[in-house]
């Protein structure tokens, strides 16, 4: 049967009592989907799911860990190469991550305009979308914050990399050293690509687990669990991982 916009949008609500019963009953596998429900924009969903996890699930947050342990990448003692610097290889697997993003963006756009008939996330279509079924759901919204924080990132990590760079070339390795001439962090770009970046990180797994809840209701299909598997793999290495370096450099000071 083909998809009725006027039917959908008759059942969309918002947060209600209903959630707390919801959330705990079916959060992992919901399996009340509708076989007909968005056959057509199908393939791109799941285009749109596969990009989006490698590149929010792997590369952005390996990327970001590059960086929170380059204590460990460069040097005599380092286990990623022997690059004296971790810029490389951060800027390299946020790239791609990035890259990945896009494209996942781009396939969900192609499968919104298949089956609502638009792509502007305003539309209370999507904006607004919800089910009796998954009242709790705001995995749109969440997706276009994380959407626009990552471009935001991008411009504030390559500031932060331009005023780090005009700083080295300003002092010498000696000078640098002397407190007095050490480099600081300005609270815009450095301290807030620091800060935002973490923060999205972890808005994109909560993206990611609504979005996989999302998938399951739709196609209704045991794949699922392997997505919530890897989100949860990666969630919790993130933030172990970050946990764990930020308590050392607490202790070391």
Request: aromatic share 16%; net charge neutral; hydrophobic share 50%.
């Amino acid at each position: 049967s083909e998809y009725n916009i006027s039917e959908e949008v008759g059942r969309m609500k918002l947060l209600s009592a209903q959630a707390l019963f919801c959330i705990v009953l079916n959060a992992l596998y919901p399996s009340f989907a509708d076989d007909n429900w968005a056959d057509e924009g199908k393939p791109y969903f799941i285009a749109h799911a596969t990009l989006m996890t490698l590149a929010w699930g792997f590369f952005i947050p390996l990327g970001t860990l590059l960086a929170v342990g380059r204590r460990y990448v460069g040097g005599g003692n380092a286990i990623f190469g022997n690059d004296p610097s971790f810029y490389p290889m951060h800027r390299n697997f946020q790239s791609v991550g990035v890259i990945l993003m896009l494209l996942g963006f781009f396939m969900v756009v192609i499968a919104c305009v298949k089956v609502y008939g638009t792509a502007n996330f305003a539309n209370p279509v999507l904006w607004d979308f919800t089910s009796d079924e998954i009242p709790w759901n705001r995995h749109v919204r969440i997706g276009v914050f994380v959407f626009f924080f990552a471009i935001l990132q991008v411009i504030l990590g390559m500031w932060h990399h331009y005023v780090k760079v005009r700083h080295d070339l300003s002092v010498s390795a000696e000078e640098d050293a002397n407190t007095s001439n050490s480099f600081v962090r300005p609270l815009i770009p450095s301290w807030l690509h620091i800060i935002l970046g973490f923060v999205t990180v972890c808005l994109a797994y909560l993206a990611m687990i609504q979005g996989y809840q999302i998938y399951g209701f739709i196609f209704n299909t045991n794949s699922v669990i392997a997505g919530y598997v890897v989100v949860g793999v990666s969630m919790f290495f993130f933030l172990v991982t970050v946990a764990y370096e930020k308590t050392i450099l607490i202790r070391s000071r």
